[in-house]
């Protein structure tokens, strides 16, 4: 199967050449890898060029954004960015971060994965140096959720969705409308990626209230929303982050904020979380 790469990046060169040697060295290779520049004020720049001059499948482009790092829209605004510019054919497309080892057979696993044609979504799991230098999971939300990090779609099902939705939540957002759309979502467990940077550690105290506005925008309800936010708080062991999913839902609520989803697809979605909840 063929697949092509984009790679929204932002301040990236500490991170961003350990990932093209871990592309270039894969068993199955892309068709096309296309990075993007996202308003980097480093040397990303300068690292995506050489890259270019060596490798035939690789293609490079400049976006102007914020340098605030706005969880969801600038990495998906970036990504959409790049899309535009895809002019390989492709069986799958992959979103990757710029922050990522990848094992060998990564692609060549996922591509076999897509033999099924009811698999919508693939990817395996997010691993992570703790104190000891030693590389454990650390794969939050459920077992079958696929990290924002690295995100592989079959074309038919990323097409079905409509793409990437530019918000905090994204990558529950498309996982649930591929579910909508008769695809399935599976994670692959012996596919061990390398996360070099801490979850999170980018993230502002302000993301509470942009997951919490996700909510009201995937039309969760109140009392889903009360529900989800309640198990984030305790997750995160925070009042404070609960309280704050809380009145990002009612803050958009109050200011008519658009939804992301249709009618149709938020019903789903609601009937599949308290499925989820049930079941459990």
Not at 93 to 101: E, G, Q, S
Not at 124 to 139: I, R, T, V
Not at 188 to 202: N, W
Request: with cysteine; charged share 20%.
């Amino acid at each position: 199967m063929k697949y092509v790469v984009i790679i929204p990046a932002h301040n990236e060169e500490q991170f961003l050449p350990g990932l093209l040697e871990s592309l270039y060295a894969q068993s199955l290779l892309a068709e096309e890898i296309i990075l993007v520049n996202d308003q980097s004020s480093d040397q990303t720049e300068a690292i995506m060029q050489a890259a270019v001059k060596l490798n035939r499948n690789t293609s490079y482009l400049n976006h102007s954004s914020s340098n605030d790092h706005l969880p969801g829209a600038k990495v998906v605004n970036a990504f959409n960015f790049g899309l535009k510019a895809i002019k390989a054919d492709y069986d799958f497309i992959v979103k990757l971060d710029a922050d990522l080892l990848l094992p060998t057979e990564y692609f060549s696993r996922i591509a076999r994965a897509f033999q099924d044609p009811k698999v919508g979504m693939a990817g395996g799991f997010c691993y992570e140096k703790n104190e000891a230098g030693e590389w454990k999971k650390n794969h939050p939300m459920h077992q079958d959720h696929i990290r924002g990090a690295f995100k592989a779609y079959r074309k038919s099902c990323f097409d079905a969705m409509g793409g990437l939705r530019s918000a905090m939540g994204w990558d529950t957002i498309d996982e649930l409308l591929a579910r909508y759309h008769g695809f399935s979502v599976i994670t692959i467990a012996e596919l061990h990626v390398k996360h070099l940077r801490p979850l999170g550690s980018q993230y502002k105290t302000s993301a509470a209230q942009r997951q919490g506005n996700a909510f009201f925008q995937m039309r969760y309800g109140l009392l889903l929303s009360f529900l989800a936010s309640l198990k984030s708080a305790v997750k995160k062991r925070s009042g404070l982050w609960g309280v704050g999913l809380l009145w990002g839902y009612l803050k958009a609520v109050f200011t008519t904020t658009p939804f992301l989803v249709t009618k149709e697809e938020g019903q789903f979605i609601r009937a599949y979380r308290w499925a989820q909840i049930k079941n459990r």
